[in-house]
């Protein structure tokens, strides 16, 4: 039987450290603020959209909400950043993607400002993330999976970390932060020949595969310890993980469930980021 | 023994593609152009620079140098920079580094317009590398490694690609680049546990660790490609690269000797990028 690494207590140790932090901003009359930026009504955005200003609005953080319908220009959105990006009581932006077709993805994101780019989904926080540099933030899921580690007491320094899946969202900025903390990191995908064996291998295995259940008993060891970043639907439409968690889960040391893993924490990430974010802006104002 | 991947033929192969390209461009009144901008007078940038600018002028690409003394201001350097970003018959720019202390790495580096960034030295070219995007330039030594694989049939598809070293130089870049193109990439260091057993799994590879001749016959198979981007010298001043060449060359299928290997080919590769800047502005005065 696997140790369960808990999404909702590595998200309550995170909200505890936040409400510190607003506190202490609050003193100096800062209330930190998330501005959430949403063309259209997609299902999953608004999911998103409504857990997280909820949670927002527990830990302290001003939400404040930008809604256009699908049809917006370019030159319209664009507008907003920009003033999204002067405006001083604003610290943070969340831009639900893909947009429609007629908008840029490219232009789009490269016109929010670095330090407001809480999901890190700007040139600047891929350099930042890539080059180990403080610019911008890596993006909140890939930072989540991180967080897990390090609040169960995992360091990756030394380990073999093997990571399944190559996006900018998880796959590669997870490579580039065990990178840094001084794992062994291998990046396997769609294209690797012998995955199971190479998985098997892995101290941590950190799966962004995105297909449901894909991770069965063949990729992993009993000392092992898995992150699920997965989020699919079964056919009968139930929500699980790119793990096999009934089947795996008996087998290794430690695993994140689905849901209640990496998910819960997403969301605890980006509010601690907002927070870095405003005391960031508050540092610069200060000097 | 092994196949000797000699650096020269890959050279010659890409100079001769690039004089092809060269010619297309004076044909529409577009001489490639590339300033070298040097601080002071280190004996290894005077080097590379006489030899880069040989190649260059072989090539027909103009050089303009930009060579300050050791306590130029970090304003006056920007000016320089800023107006080699405006100068429309200049195509690429190459920067010695490291810079002397009173000039901030970060801010200098950042000020050169990616479309010139020939050495892959900004934040948006390490983005570009990160995301696989189509932004600014890759270091050229990285992209000396893919070349010389590419040159002699060796695709990464599939592959296991190990890179020892994780510069932002070499291993980060080469690791990104064959990511791209369907390598299964393995990333070692200096804190990697078991490194011999790891290289040894590789099909192909590729050591930038930065230390004369730490590669030898526990890292490799017999089937093994190896890129050497090391650059030593030994204890009697002798060049050599990251690999024990002489224990390990008998013991493999291919490798690349040091001198002889991948720093002959980082010349050419800047030559090639020096000219895909100037057709990219080429096309970007035609639109």
Redesign the interface.
Known sequence: MAKIFKGKEVSDALTEKLLDEVNVLKGINIKPALAIIRVGSNVEDLSYEESATKRCEKAGIHVEKFIFPEDISQASLLDIIYSINNDDSIHGALLFRPLPEQLND?IIRSALAPHKDVDGIT??S??????S?D?GFPPCTARACMEILDFYGIDV??K?VVIIG?S?VVG?PV??MA?KN?G??????T???N?EK?AAGADILIVAAGAAKVVGPAYINENQIIIDAGINFTPEGILCGDVDFEKVEPLVKAITPVPGGVGTVTTGVLLLQIVEAAKKAAVKLEI
């Open positions: 490219h040139d600047i891929m350099a930042g993330v890539y080059a540099s610019m320094y030394g073999n190559r900018l590669k490579a580039m990178l001084n062994t990191v291998t990046i396997c995908h294209k690797t020949i995955i190479i």
